[in-house]
Nanobody
Framework: EVQLQASGGGLVQAGGSLRLSCAGSGFTYPDYVIGWFRQAPGKEREGVSVISSSDGSSYYADAVKGRFTISRDTAKNTVYLQMNSLKPEDTAVYYC????????WGQGTQVTVSS
């Protein structure tokens, strides 16, 4: 079975940093996209950053470009999201997502940025 384990969230002040991790297991599909979505209370879930298994290409939402960096460790089947210069509007539950022919979602990890 596919499992995604997200971790690394926490409480930081504006301008601080956090590093999220998502460890995946149980999938064998060769081509996939894995990354992060977030959802703030009362708002729709939005894509934050994703990375492709095929060539390592990445995508960033405009709101996080220049501040967040996505990376992966293939040997550990883990994707990371380094979040720098955090802003209060980054506060949300962050979800790891794996997209193959199906979508898989991990448990969310809370990120709270104080002003």
């Amino acid at each position: 079975e596919v499992q995604l384990q997200a971790s690394g969230g926490g409480l930081v002040q504006a301008g601080g940093s956090l590093r999220l991790s998502c460890a995946g297991s149980g999938f064998t599909y060769p081509d996939y996209v894995i990354g992060w979505f977030r959802q703030a209370p009362g708002k729709e879930r939005e894509g934050v950053s994703v990375i492709s298994s095929s060539d390592g290409s990445s995508y960033y939402a405009d709101a996080v470009k220049g501040r967040f960096t996505i990376s992966r460790d293939t040997a550990k089947n883990t994707v990371y999201l380094q979040m720098n210069s955090l802003k209060p509007e980054d506060t949300a539950v962050y979800y790891c997502r794996l997209r193959t022919v199906y979508d898989y979602w991990g448990q969310g990890t809370q990120v709270t940025v104080s002003s």
